[in-house]
């Protein structure tokens, strides 16, 4: 798919990069992602279920067999853990992101 | 549990309605649930207000931008589907290639067709006038109300108008005349226009070089002043820019006129004409009262046709001068041109191309729908497989898109073929084009009927798919395929094709049968081997009555030796036409009053008048060589009203006080128009020697080819003098060809229209009965095993294909009852209702459909019961 080429969309590297750690479900993904990112960014219902479809859809993601967290009971609760493909992915674009930021140091746009 | 915080509800409930604009794939979790997290996580740092506006903020900035991603990858997806769906439908069209030809071949032609018919509507009827503010533009004409033909008022009446109309700002007025152009080579006889001084202005025409020619150009005194046309300023004198201001030796008595510009070669203020010239007259002084003058005005800001005829109506008396019966009429170019016969004619011909291309549409639904039956196996394990109803849909689309995608090509090429071959036949009708080619309006026509036939042809397959539960196909397997009888949408097809084609055939019955009456009419005259050639002895060259005699008599002299002509004569009236002038009366009679009601064509002939042109005599006698210039002969129309008692009576005219000797009464002749059932007036008064004062036209009969003794006799009038132009020339065919155009033009479009929808209704009564055919086998085999004969089972098939077309011919009639009465003006001596054009119709679709249904009967009736059953 051409998609790849371009690189993840932002809200797909969020999303991968929530799900790196461990498979976490939707809700879950928000607060890691706003934890992550020092609660830069919030993303809506809209963008993380259209952005977790499309990642099911392409074959970074698949749902996780088993909740990881037994306390968790709730039923309706699905699970989303990366896929091989996906951690490539993932590894190519922290790397990619590493250059630019590399490059702004290097610039004085950034502080080391 | 506690009671939910209302701003917390208020998001969930938000949300989840915001998740409907997302396709349904993407609503994989609880929307509400999402949102009101999102607020918990709010409210943990700011008050429950804070946290509601904040995740409304969210929500929104969310479904703007997340809805249109999604829904912009899914057109993405479809359309990049659909191109891919393009490609496959073009594979299995080439797969079959004699079908899809059959299918391009039907709708090329019914697209050819139609666009054509719809381009000579538009460029005859429906496009506005190439000028500035062309919707108030407006021609204005005398409609005289029993023959339905325009005539132009008169100079008091067109001064009457000018100064009393509150509707109309300006009235301008141009005709059709012609200029002697004098250069080295000799005279030469060009078109020209000549036009009242405001009309250019009043177009906003802007010259190519010059100035326009100005009401101040039309002032008594003013010098003479000519524009030339583009076209003749580039031919004849390469363009030259330093012709403006120059001087021309114009006029048949030579004056030198100032040219002042150049008109450009798209204003086209008269479309039947391209003139050389445009000229200034039509002054008081100079407005003709015989000839047609074209009348364009300007509307008022809020005028329409309407309040102009409603207003000047009221403002001209009815015992006006030149008006008559008339009734003053706002009209468009193309009403004023073609005359409404003939834009009767160009609506019904456009109607019978939309008929057309009706059938051609149904004829390709009816051919895809026998392929989808045919491939409803294929479809039942598509959808089994999980195709949804929308990617079959959408197959189709592509599909039907691949056919007409070429079947729209074909259609150009028809259409720009057919047009080439029109506009040599009936130049009218493309008049404003300069050649034919594809513009403007016809290309969105196309394009709109391109789309109703990809739609069309989509549905009627889709429709029928699920009609039918396909994946039932897949359990019974072929076994469903003998039940089928030709579906209820199929045979509804096949009648509405038969009812079309009826119909066409019906209109196009009628108007040759009226075509073919109009060409047996009893003219009066042996009009087919006459040729008509007119002379003047121009005044500064031929200054007296001796000289300009003394020409005319050597230009009929060089006529008579012609090899092939038998006779040479004169007349002041055309050919097969009239001047129309003030009735005469008889001895005992009052003087009638004038105008005259009744017109009565007056001719000046030599004595051998009758004996070259055919004229039969009916009582009396012809002149005779003896006779002196004081005997009349009248026409038997003439007769009859004055009881057939005239010969020996006293006849005056309103030109001399001396009375004419009526000696006999000859045949009447259609000089008023082949098509008048009337017969009209008519007086042949004896001249001794030809008068040279009057336009004389030498009529000569010939046993040769009219059109050689044509250029012939050009060649000799030239060979007396040079300097002399020659005037209108006609051949007796000209004549009849000019003057059943509209009737032949209408006969024949019309004819090559239902033939070619007969054809195409035919070929589906055969598809849907081979189809049926080939689904009935097996019932065709167990009863050929029951003991059924073969003749038997054929006769079977091919009665159920006529009773369809009789059926839908059936309804085709009552159609052309309907129809045809609104073009009863094109038909001459035919009722609309013809029964002969109806039973000729039917019995033709009756037949046709027994022969197309028979191949495959035969078929049936040569199955082989055991092996059918077999298997």
């Known amino acids: 798919m051409g998609a790849r080429t371009e690189g993840l969309s932002r809200s797909a590297f969020l999303i991968l990069f929530a799900l790196a750690e461990q498979p976490r479900h939707g809700l879950a993904i928000i607060d890691s992602i706003a934890a992550s990112t020092k609660g830069r960014v919030k993303i809506g219902p809209g963008t993380l279920y259209g952005t977790l479809q499309k990642l099911l859809a392409d074959g970074l993601i698949k749902e996780a067999s088993a909740a990881p967290d037994p306390d968790d009971d709730d039923p309706r609760r699905r699970y989303y853990t990366l896929t091989p493909k996906a951690k490539r992915e993932l590894k190519s674009e922290a790397a990619r992101l590493r250059v630019l930021v590399d490059a702004a140091i290097a610039q004085g746009i950034l502080e080391a | 549990m506690a009671a939910e915080p209302v701003g917390r509800r208020v998001v969930r409930?938000?949300?989840?309605?915001?998740?409907?604009?997302?396709?349904?794939?993407?609503?994989?979790?609880?929307?509400?649930?999402?949102?009101?997290?999102?607020?918990?996580?709010?409210?943990?740092s700011a008050s429950a207000f804070r946290a509601t506006l904040a995740t409304l903020k969210i929500l929104l900035a969310d479904t703007i931008k997340?809805?249109?991603?999604?829904?912009?990858?899914?057109?993405?997806?479809?359309?990049?589907?659909?191109?891919?769906?393009?490609?496959?439908?073009?594979?299995?069209?080439?797969?079959?290639?004699g079908f899809g030809l059959l299918v391009v071949l039907t709708l090329g032609l019914g697209i050819g067709a139609s666009a054509?018919?719809?381009?000579?509507?538009d460029r005859t009827l429906l496009r506005p006038l190439p000028f500035h503010e062309s919707d108030r533009l407006t021609y204005l004409a005398l409609r005289e109300r029993e023959r339905g033909i325009w005539s132009s008022p008169w100079f008091e009446t067109l001064e009457r108008w000018r100064q009393s109309a509150k509707t109309l700002d300006q009235i301008e007025v141009f005709t059709q005349s012609s200029v002697v152009l004098h250069g080295a080579s000799g005279a030469e006889r060009l078109d020209s226009l000549s036009v009242s001084g405001g009309l250019l202005s009043m177009l906003r025409i802007v010259p190519v070089a010059g100035r326009l020619i100005q009401p101040g150009d039309a002032e008594a005194g003013a010098p003479p002043v000519v524009m030339i046309a583009e076209d003749t300023w580039r031919t004849r004198f390469g363009a030259d820019p330093t012709l403006v201001g120059r001087t021309l030796s114009l006029g048949s008595a030579p004056q030198p006129t100032t040219v002042v510009g150049v008109l450009p070669a798209g204003a086209k203020i008269d479309t039947t004409l391209v003139p050389a010239f445009v000229t200034v007259r039509l002054r008081a002084r100079e407005y003709p009262r015989g000839q047609f003058v074209s009348l364009l005005a300007r509307m008022t800001p809020g005028a329409t046709r309407e309040s102009v005829e409603t207003e000047l109506r009221a403002i001209t008396p009815t015992d006006e001068p030149g008006v008559g019966t008339a009734v003053p009429t706002a009209l468009t170019p193309g009403e004023l041109y073609l005359g409404d016969t003939f834009s009767r004619g160009v609506w019904l011909v456009f109607a019978g191309a939309i008929a057309l291309l009706t059938i051609a549409i149904v004829n390709a639904g009816h051919l895809l729908l026998g392929r989808a039956a045919a491939r409803r196996h294929e479809l039942g394990v598509r959808l089994a497989l999980g195709g949804s109803g929308l990617r079959l849909a959408r197959l189709f689309l592509a599909e039907?898109?691949?056919?007409?995608?070429?079947?729209?090509?074909?259609?150009?090429?028809?259409?720009?073929g057919l047009e080439r071959l029109i506009q040599s036949y009936e130049p009218r009708l493309f008049m404003?084009?300069?050649?034919?080619?594809?513009?403007?309006?016809?290309?969105?026509?196309?394009?709109?009927?391109?789309?109703?036939?990809?739609?069309?042809?989509?549905?009627?397959?889709?429709?029928?798919?699920?009609?039918?539960?396909?994946?039932?196909?897949?359990?019974?397997?072929?076994?469903?395929?003998?039940?089928?009888?030709?579906?209820?949408?199929?045979?509804?097809?096949?009648?509405?094709?038969?009812?079309?084609?009826?119909?066409?055939?019906?209109?196009?019955?009628?108007?040759?049968?009226?075509?073919s009456n109009l060409m047996n009419v009893d003219i009066g005259m042996a009009l087919d081997r006459l040729v008509e050639v007119g002379a003047t002895a121009p005044g500064p060259r031929y200054s007296t009555s001796e000289e300009r005699g003394a020409y005319l008599a050597q230009v009929g002299a060089a006529l008579k030796t012609i090899p092939t002509v038998t006779g040479v004569t004169t007349s002041t009236q055309p050919l097969l036409s009239t001047v129309r002038s003030s009735a005469p009366w008889l001895d005992g009679e009052a003087k009638p009053a004038e105008p005259g009601d009744s017109p009565v064509g007056l001719a000046t002939v030599p004595v051998n008048y009758f004996d070259v042109t055919g004229i039969r005599l009916?009582?009396?006698?012809?002149?005779?060589?003896?006779?002196?210039?004081?005997?009349?002969?009248?026409?038997?129309?003439?007769?009859?009203?004055?009881?057939?008692?005239?010969?020996?009576?006293?006849?005056?005219?309103?030109?001399?006080?001396?009375?004419?000797?009526?000696?006999?009464?000859?045949?009447?002749?259609?000089?008023?128009?082949?098509?008048?059932?009337?017969?009209?007036?008519?007086?042949?008064?004896l001249q001794l020697r030809l008068n040279p004062g009057v336009f004389n036209r030498f009529v000569m009969r010939t046993t040769g080819n009219p059109s050689v003794v044509l250029n012939e006799a050009r060649r000799r009038i030239a060979d007396v003098d040079r300097m002399v132009p020659v005037m209108t020339t006609q051949t007796g065919e000209d004549v009849i060809r000019r003057q059943t155009s509209q009737h032949r033009f209408a006969a024949v479009l019309l004819s090559g229209l239902a033939a070619l929808g007969f054809g195409l209704a035919l070929s589906g009564v055969y598809g849907l009965i081979a189809l049926n055919v080939s689904q009935r086998r097996r019932e065709s085999g167990i009863r050929l095993a029951l003991g059924a004969t073969r003749h038997g089972v054929a006769a079977t098939i091919v009665r159920s294909g006529v009773l369809l077309v009789a059926i839908g011919g059936v309804f085709g009639v009552i159609g052309a009852w309907l129809v045809l009465p609104y073009v009863e003006v094109l038909l001459f001596n035919v009722s609309p209702s013809d029964p002969w054009s109806v039973v000729i119709s039917l019995m033709l679709a009756a037949g046709a459909a027994a022969a197309a249904a028979w191949i495959p009967a035969r078929r049936a009736s040569r199955i082989d019961p055991a092996r059918t059953l077999r298997t």
């Open chain 2, 13 to 44: 409930r938000l949300a989840r309605l915001a998740a409907y604009v997302y396709p349904q794939e993407t609503r994989i979790g609880d929307f509400g649930d999402v949102a009101a997290h999102l607020w918990d996580r709010e409210r943990a």
């Open chain 2, 116 to 121: 054509t018919a719809f381009d000579a509507l």
């Open chain 2, 400 to 416: 039907a898109f691949v056919y007409i995608a070429a079947s729209v090509a074909l259609g150009i090429g028809i259409m720009v």
């Open chain 2, 618 to 685: 009916v009582e009396g006698r012809l002149f005779q060589p003896e006779d002196t210039a004081d005997v009349a002969v009248v026409n038997a129309a003439f007769a009859a009203s004055r009881g057939g008692h005239v010969i020996g009576r006293s006849l005056y005219t309103a030109a001399r006080p001396e009375p004419w000797r009526i000696v006999g009464v000859v045949a009447d002749v259609k000089n008023w128009g082949l098509a008048e059932t009337a017969a009209r007036h008519q007086v042949y008064f």
């Open chain 2, 66 to 97: 997340g809805s249109f991603m999604v829904w912009m990858t899914r057109v993405v997806r479809f359309v990049g589907d659909g191109g891919r769906d393009v490609r496959l439908a073009a594979r299995a069209v080439r797969r079959r290639p």
């Open chain 2, 432 to 515: 404003t084009m300069d050649g034919a080619g594809l513009e403007g309006r016809a290309i969105w026509f196309i394009l709109a009927i391109a789309a109703i036939a990809t739609l069309a042809c989509a549905a009627v397959p889709l429709f029928q798919s699920r009609a039918q539960d396909l994946r039932s196909v897949i359990d019974a397997g072929d076994a469903v395929r003998s039940t089928a009888k030709g579906s209820p949408a199929m045979r509804a097809l096949v009648m509405t094709q038969a009812a079309i084609a009826v119909l066409l055939l019906c209109g196009s019955g009628v108007m040759v049968r009226s075509f």
